[in-house]
């Protein structure tokens, strides 16, 4: 369980863009609530990163502004990353990826693309994701 580990947690309209890569490993439906949990962890767990996070919507009922009908997730983040390297002045050495791309080869690398329109985003959120102290800007 996540009782043991330290957690923080943000609402937010742009759950899955924070800095990391994350791997789903599992949904849970709760009693009660319209919108199933999704439990994320890092996808260097070879490196034993302890970090994970969960995502669930909010509830149709939950509302701030009546006006607002943006869906808006709820963010939970628990432990900290350790496969980040803060000495290393290249962080891309942690992504297996970024050697298949200095190498000049893709090895028939597949990459996720979600569609992105730039007026769905929330800038105060988005900003309260960047500003976090824990992104590494030195992969991005």
């Not at 009782?3 to 924070?18: A, F, M, Q």
């Not at 943006?70 to 496969?83: D, F, P």
């Not at 693309?113 to 988005?126: E, R, T, W």
Request: proline residues 4%; glycine residues 8%; aromatic residues 8%.
């Amino acid at each position: 369980r996540n009782n043991d580990k330290r957690s923080r947690s943000l609402i937010t309209v742009v759950p899955h863009y924070d800095g990391h890569h994350w791997r789903k490993y599992g949904q849970k439906n709760i009693n009660g609530r319209e919108h199933a949990r999704s439990y994320y962890r890092c996808a260097y767990t070879e490196q034993n990163c302890p970090a994970t996070k969960t995502i669930r919507q909010q509830d149709h009922n939950v509302t701030i502004n009546c006006e607002e009908e943006t869906a808006k997730y709820i963010v939970v983040y628990y432990g900290h990353h350790t496969c980040c390297d803060g000495n290393t002045r290249n962080g891309a050495k942690n992504d297996p990826g970024m050697d298949l791309i200095q190498n000049g080869k893709m090895a028939g690398a597949v990459t996720e693309l979600q569609k992105f329109d730039p007026g769905d985003v929330d800038m105060p959120a988005l900003i309260e994701v960047l500003d976090n102290p824990e992104l590494n800007w030195d992969i991005i």
